[in-house]
């Protein structure tokens, strides 16, 4: 546990005494006080800040009608805590105090290590008034005073603690965890607020809760802590069954009993008691543990890597870490390795990478006397192999990742292995369809996977397994028979499902892309990477070929420039024994991909002359007018806009005849383009107004979104920058919108060129500088038209801030592309 430093204060360090306050019962009296709360809760702050000043406190933090303090001394701390009393003893608000001295670990982020979390959880055994303090600090003090409350166990579930009050005053019981055999946990409780909630909340209302989820990612810590939390709600007893050594239903009640001391006639013993049993590891008990679990007269918390089954229970799937948690955990278990264990950006990918699994995360900070967070990442490759060094008191099965995903395979049936193995072949998550067109699957074992938790379902209906349990499964789909045609399967349909996305869009235009289909794209790139790598290795050249025709224009709108050059450096589109039409369309794909992404005119030009020849042959106008229109792109890169008009004046002329609006919009935009370039700003601005008016009536947003951007440029053209910030901002809207990436910084770039003309120097280069920036987390080039454009407006900035210019140009590296449009935007008039 962290405690963050308030600014510009000096923490003591060595031997300190924290003191902790809270007020009990605040809400209530929130509710009683109403607006008179505000000064009643004033009054109580300038009293305890008054009293921690008088003896040399230092204020660490302050969060709601909470101080966390510190003190060079113990005996300061206490009579700080007793000013603090006395001053608020007639007031209306009980306080409630807690001591504990520690030597601690002091970061730049204030406070660190366990001592924090431990004095944290003693103030939860208190009540209003009263002042309690640790024993170690109680061993400094020797006050006379102070009254020995014995020794507790705190619901941190750590070793128990004797307690001190100070003073005589007479307090209800304190609220520990006395009457349970919960055992001790040599770590704090991270993260997981949300789930321990909603657990208690099921316990409220249902007599079995079974806390489901795969090996390693806490459930039986979550079930630990929920228990810890519910003791006195129990007035027999929170008792933890541990039964994963346990094969046999029939032990399981002799097992019980032993716990909780009762007889052998179990049932009679728990009748007519509130009692809260714990049975952790249920898996290999089932189905026989059913019906036991029913006949309990008892609260029943369970886990079990799959439900039990059974009509009154109410199951709880563990959900993932949150990343923010899973750092924290990783960062947490460093520490007690390396107590000035620093996290950096490596130790939030390793949390990715290990999709947040709290065992996974604990054997990799295992590693951080050896292994720097970038050292352990670049491993985790081989996560198997690397996560063996869980600590020696853990359970057998959880001493390694590999252990813990053994122990949940060997208890599928043949059939369920089987299907384990082959869903590794997906890279990513997956759709029941594939499941069944790749795999053969059945639902009923997918969903006997699911429940077993060796395979997760998603909000999405997808479905998923979790990266280190996928790394075993692929072990597994090595030793399989028939794992070639199972890879062969793959890649076939995932070239037919790239393929279908392509025959359903390709029509539309390559700017109209439908949301529908980029999400199913989003979705299944993992799979379409895989099936590409799987072709290539196969020697399949005409489905490498088909696929990256398929899914160039995929990847030119979400800025996959990395997938579009990997392509492009594998397929072998100049091979003359392919069909026509394969290498046709491979040939558009290859020159498209040279031109917006390395501005490779030349490369671009070859690919697509050899692609209009190929056309020719073919009787189909869409086909040979789009070739046509890609020419007419090289000449416009080139500054020939006479032989651009006309290929682009061919083209249409084909579109029309084939009777596709989509395409014949985009060429109505780039004949504006073309005109407006060649310096014809009338007849240019006329065909991108055409185009924009009837992008709007047949709702493609997409063309519209690019032709918004050209009239932006147009407009700075003819300098006039508030024309041209209007235009860039709607534009930069509908990008955002339709998630035009491209579009998105060329707007950005667009935004700082207006804001120059109109004399922001500064916001200029500063945008100009995002723009760039953006352009290279991308991976992509700008066209080097576009950007001769934009450099010629902002040379100005250049020329007139001087020295300072570089700073601003780099003020804004290193935003998101989110960060980068707000940025924008800003600058933007209502």
Aim: proline share 3%.
């Amino acid at each position: 546990m962290v405690e963050r430093r308030r600014s510009n204060v000096s923490l003591p360090d060595g031997t300190v005494t924290f003191l902790f306050t809270d007020i009990e019962g605040s809400t209530r009296l929130l509710q009683e006080r109403g607006d008179e709360y505000a000064a009643v809760l004033a009054g109580h702050r300038h009293a305890l800040r008054g009293a921690f000043a008088r003896h040399g406190g230092v204020e660490v933090d302050t969060q709601g009608d909470a101080f966390f303090v510190a003190f060079a001394k113990a005996s300061d701390a206490l009579a700080a805590a007793a000013t603090a009393h006395d001053a608020l003893r007639d007031g209306p608000i009980r306080v409630r105090m807690w001591l504990h001295t520690a030597e601690p670990t002091v970061t730049e982020e204030g406070y660190v290590g366990i001592d924090v979390h431990r004095a944290a959880r003693i103030a939860a055994a208190g009540h209003g008034g009263q002042i309690l303090l640790s024993q170690a600090t109680g061993d400094l003090v020797r006050a006379d005073r102070l009254r020995d409350l014995g020794v507790h166990r705190l619901k941190d579930l750590a070793a128990p603690e004797r307690l001190y009050q100070l003073g005589e005053d007479e307090f209800p019981p304190l609220k520990t965890v006395d009457q349970t055999n919960l055992p001790v946990q040599p770590t704090p409780f991270v993260g997981r607020a949300r789930e321990l909630a909603e657990v208690l909340a099921l316990l409220d209302s249902h007599r079995i809760v079974t806390v489901t989820g795969p090996g390693g990612s806490g459930k039986t810590r979550l079930a630990l802590q929920a228990a810890a939390e519910s003791v006195e709600r129990y007035s027999d007893g929170v008792w933890l069954v541990p039964l994963a050594a346990v094969r046999d239903p029939q032990l399981i009640e002799p097992t019980i009993a032993r716990v909780v001391g009762g007889p052998d006639d179990l049932q009679a013993f728990l009748t007519g008691k509130r009692t809260l049993l714990v049975l952790d590891n249920l898996e290999q008990l089932l189905p026989g543990v059913a019906d036991i679990v029913v006949r309990l007269d008892a609260r029943i918390l369970a886990t079990s890597r799959s439900r039990l089954n059974i009509a009154a229970e109410q199951e709880f799937p563990m959900p993932m870490l949150p990343l923010d948690d899973g750092a924290a955990l990783f960062t947490q278990r460093a520490r007690q390795l390396e107590p000035r264990f620093e996290p950096d950006a490596a130790v939030r990918e390793i949390a990715e990478r290990l999709d947040s699994l709290p065992l996974a995360l604990e054997l990799a900070a295992a590693r951080v006397k050896v292994l720097t967070p970038a050292q352990i990442l670049k491993r985790l490759g081989r996560s198997l192999a690397l996560l063996t060094s869980g600590a020696h008191d853990a359970p057998e099965r959880q001493r390694t990742l590999r252990g813990t995903v053994e122990w949940s395979h060997q208890l599928l049936a043949a059939d369920e292995q089987r299907l384990f193995a082959q869903l590794a072949v997906f890279a990513g998550s997956f759709a029941l369809e594939a499941a069944e067109a790749v795999c053969s699957a059945e639902l009923d074992v997918l969903q006997s996977l699911v429940d077993k938790s060796l395979l997760r379902h998603g909000e999405d209906g997808r479905f998923f397994m979790l990266a280190t349990i996928r790394e075993f499964a692929l072990e597994k789909l090595h030793d399989l028979s028939g794992a070639s045609s199972l890879r062969r399967r793959h890649d076939d349909y995932f070239l037919g499902v790239a393929e279908e996305l392509d025959a359903r869009e390709r029509l539309s235009g390559m700017r109209d892309l439908s949301a529908e289909s980029l999400l199913r794209f989003e979705r299944e790139l993992p799979s379409f990477r895989a099936a590409l790598d799987g072709l290539v290795e196969d020697g399949r050249r005409e489905g490498a070929l088909r696929l990256g025709a398929a899914l160039w224009r995929f990847w030119m709108k979400r800025a996959k420039y990395r997938d579009a050059a990997d392509w492009l450096e594998k397929a072998t589109v100049d091979d003359a024994t392919l069909p026509l039409n394969v290498r046709a369309a491979a040939l558009a794909a290859a020159g498209g991909i040279a031109y917006y992404t390395h501005d490779d005119v030349d490369g671009a030009e070859r690919f697509w002359r050899e692609g209009l020849e190929l056309r020719r042959v073919q009787d189909d106008p869409h086909e040979l007018g789009a070739a046509f229109s890609r020419l007419a792109s090289v000449a416009w890169r080139r500054g020939d806009f006479d032989d651009a008009l006309a290929y682009h004046k061919q083209a249409l002329s084909l579109f029309e005849q084939a009777g596709n609006e989509a395409s014949r919009l985009t060429e109505l935009q780039w004949l504006g383009d073309t005109y407006r370039d060649r310096g014809d700003y009338d007849e240019g601005e006329r065909y991108l107004e055409e185009t924009a008016t009837r992008a709007r009536e047949l709702g493609f947003d997409q063309q519209l979104t690019s032709t918004l951007h050209s009239l932006g440029d147009l407009s700075l053209d003819r300098l006039d920058p508030e024309t041209a910030l209007r235009r860039f901002a709607e534009a930069l809207a509908y990008a955002v919108a339709t998630g035009s990436k491209r579009v998105q910084i060329y707007c950005v770039a667009g935004i700082a060129c207006a804001l120059l003309l109109q004399g922001d120097d500064r916001a200029a280069a500063r945008l100009w500088g995002i723009a760039e920036d953006q352009e290279r987390r991308l991976g992509f080039r700008m066209l080097l038209t576009e950007r001769q454009r934009y450099e010629h407006v902002i040379s100005g900035a250049r020329e007139r801030l001087g020295g300072t210019y570089e700073g601003e140009r780099r003020a804004g590296a290193g935003l998101t592309l989110e960060q980068a449009v707000a940025e924008a935007r800003r600058h933007i008039p209502a």
